[in-house]
């Protein structure tokens, strides 16, 4: 039996991760993303080696050796055969676009100041 791949899981907040799959399914494709419903995060398969440089503030990236998803998790896009992870770069761009995106949302959802 062949272990499976390793690589860099990103971990990000639900709401801004969906934005970032919607946006990503919309230009430039996603890989595998499961869903972790325990701690309302949707997590990012990249590429080995993503961790050593990520740095975006309100997420996390760590490295893992290709075991299994965590209990209580569920595949928002499910792994394929052959198919890629998802780019760092691309999902930079993509959780940056969501998070100005939601907080835009926020601020017309609030009552103006009195």
Do not use: Y
């Not at 946006?23 to 995060?41: A, C, N, W, Y």
Request: proline share 12%.
């Amino acid at each position: 039996m062949v272990a499976p791949p390793a690589r860099d899981v990103v971990t990000v907040p639900s709401r801004q991760g969906l934005e970032a799959v919607d946006l990503l399914r919309l230009s430039t494709g996603v890989g595998p993303v499961f869903h972790d419903r325990v701690g309302d995060s949707l997590a990012f398969l990249v590429p080995p080696g993503t961790a050593d440089g990520w740095d975006l503030p309100g997420s996390q990236c760590h490295r893992t050796g290709g075991g299994p998803t965590p209990c209580g998790s569920g595949w928002l896009v499910p792994p394929r055969a052959g198919a890629a992870v998802t780019d760092p770069a691309e999902l930079r761009e993509a959780l940056g676009t969501a998070a100005r995106t939601i907080e835009l949302v926020d601020g017309f959802a609030q009552p103006p100041a009195s």
